[in-house]
């Protein structure tokens, strides 16, 4: 541990989901004192159509 | 907050996921009292074989 | 399945919870046909300080 | 329940799924003595780029 | 990988734990190759109350 | 969205999620764009016998 997993609607390019990973992972290393080795980060890429906030879909806004 | 995350095998269509998240973020207003606008709905669409009740996958029921 | 887990900042009574519950089982069974003894409903009732909206921990505002 | 949910990076065969719920399923009725037709288990499989360990995607290493 | 979730209503003792952890560890290293300290497997123990069957929390039955 | 759910054996004081949380969001608003009330972070923090690394609970170490 940690395990951190980040969901969102819609896509991420793989550069994206790199920088996140590397800053998220720096994070909890210089707070929490996890070592790097340690965190695992999952990314959850839904459609638009599969969530929803204030009762509508997103693909709906 | 509050966030909900639906999970189930098989799909669903559009219009069942408007109608559910429409029913659950007032559910949630009307008995949590929670504003519809807090309330964040994922709903996660599994292939048959990636579930198992009873120890069985789904799809060899 | 169904499997839904609604996590949440504070706490809910044991009413509440009993509601959503048979709320929630009831919209799953009449919008996507599935029958009441299969749906499972997991709560989570994080303390404030455990939630944050726009960078800010919950028990800040 | 139980509820279980195995997340993975990669894929797996349909046999594997198969084998890995026998067991867990079994492993929760003998140790934790849950029936097994309680026992749902959620698979869910990853592209290796929305994997990250040690701050690094998983298709980097 | 693999990160493993284990949601029971009601409480596990730390002798199940600890074998239910070793168990799915050693299935996941059998069956799916996944070298055994790769393994995360984090428990949820939750109240009755917190868990719904069929619309009904697990306390009322 | 963007729900980030970090779960970690152990616990954090209210000032390392406070400044976790701070971090997390504005990377998201950095790199993947997401305005920083849209983003949500679950802190959840499990017992070290709750959590199992190698097939061993933690609080085996």
Chains 1, 2, 3, 4, 5, 6 share one sequence.
Not at 12 to 40: C, G, M, N, V
Not at 52 to 60: C, N
């Amino acid at each position: 541990m940690p395990y951190v997993n980040i969901r969102i609607a819609g896509s991420l390019t793989r550069e994206q989901k790199k920088k996140i990973a590397e800053e998220i992972t720096d994070t909890l290393e210089r707070i929490a004192k996890k070592p790097k080795s340690y965190t695992y980060i999952a990314f959850d890429e839904l459609p638009d159509e599969n969530w929803a906030i204030g009762g509508k879909l997103l693909d709906d806004e």
